[in-house]
């Protein structure tokens, strides 16, 4: 027997978790007729919410035996939630998936195929249309893959969901890595192994509201940057570069003609007071690269990930 282990985050989701379950029966039901050697735990993880989907879940857990569920103390965010399911799920496969149906089920006979069958080791998902999300938001959302895709050094793709399910080899290198600002889609690229992306199309919640507002959301994405990214730190010591050597070369002129008459002391102090500036970005983006080192080493990120040692 094979266990799949499907890590569910849950914050304030009362009115979803039926939905949710409901489908998931059917869907798993489904899944055992043309893979009778699979066994599924819901793993769901309750993000601190307020309302009743504690409850809920401890009611399904008690009919249904697949089910188990974390409780956290207060919420402490999806990243923090992904997290506590993937440590104390015990599948040979572990996935993720969102509680509001964003997140087709169906695509579960799919997935395993590619890595019982075609010998990948995880399979992720993507939308390619954000049909029914505000402009705004989806304007935003792809500016911000793209950047991240140039500046960081791991592969970020544009509509990645949280949807996937991977090996419990590709499980453990996650949870190796013990970044606390965590930004798992940056760590599945990270980490590396083959995927194979699944596409669809964007569905809309089946009902409540989603959790991220659009601050949130630009919070998280600065977090993504900053966790895969030191280019901002970088950039400091590049801007400080050029901006000295040019107001060198300006204060050269500037001094050699007020020495020959040419120009009148006001280039000069100009000069002066420019080449000051610019030296102090210098300096400071020299202590910047260093701090980004700095930055990179308290991460205790593992010095590489093997796929295999013979
Ligand atoms: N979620 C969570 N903790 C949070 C925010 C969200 O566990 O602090 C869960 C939420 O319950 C849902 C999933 O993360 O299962 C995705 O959230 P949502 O659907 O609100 O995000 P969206 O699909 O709008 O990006
Ligand atoms: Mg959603």
């Not at 592969?155 to 499980?171: F, K």
């Not at 009148?264 to 300096?283: E, M, R």
């Not at 690269?289 to 013979?310: D, F, H, Q, W």
């Amino acid at each position: 027997m094979k266990l799949i282990s499907i890590v569910i985050p849950c914050w304030n989701e009362e009115e979803v978790i039926p939905y949710f379950y409901e489908e998931m029966n059917k869907t798993l039901a489904s899944f055992g007729e043309e893979f009778p050697d699979v066994e599924f735990e819901l793993l769901f993880v309750d993000d601190g919410s307020k309302d009743r989907t504690l409850k809920l879940i401890k009611d399904y857990a008690e009919k249904d035996s697949r089910i188990r569920y974390v409780s956290f103390s207060r919420n402490f965010g999806k990243e923090a939630a992904l997290y506590a399911g993937f440590e104390n799920a015990k599948g040979d496969y572990v996935g993720c998936m969102d509680v509001d149906l964003q997140d087709p089920p169906a695509l579960l006979p799919e997935m395993y195929r590619a890595l019982a069958e075609e010998g990948y080791d995880s399979v992720a998902t993507r939308r390619v249309t954000r049909k029914g999300e505000p402009p705004i938001r989806s304007f935003f959302a792809r500016r911000f893959y793209r950047l991240m895709d140039k500046i960081c050094a791991t592969e970020v793709v544009d509509g990645a969901r949280d949807y996937r399910l991977m090996t419990r080899q590709m499980t453990d290198a996650v949870l190796s890595m013990g970044d606390y600002s965590r930004f798992t889609k940056g760590i599945y690229g990270w980490v590396g192994f083959s995927t194979k992306w699944l596409e669809f199309e964007n569905i809309e919640r089946v009902a409540g509201e989603t959790k991220w507002s659009f601050w949130k959301l630009l919070i998280y994405a600065i977090e993504g940057i900053i966790a895969f990214s030191t280019v901002p730190l970088e950039i400091i010591a590049w801007i400080g570069g050029i901006l000295t050597a040019g107001s060198f070369i300006y204060t050269v002129v500037s001094l050699v003609c007020f020495l020959t008459g040419v120009w009148g002391a006001v280039p000069l102090i100009i000069a002066v007071i420019l080449l000051s500036g610019s030296f102090n970005t210098l300096v400071l983006g020299i202590a910047a690269m260093y701090l980004s080192k700095t930055y990179l080493e308290t991460k205790g990120r593992p010095l590489y990930v093997a796929k295999e040692i013979v």
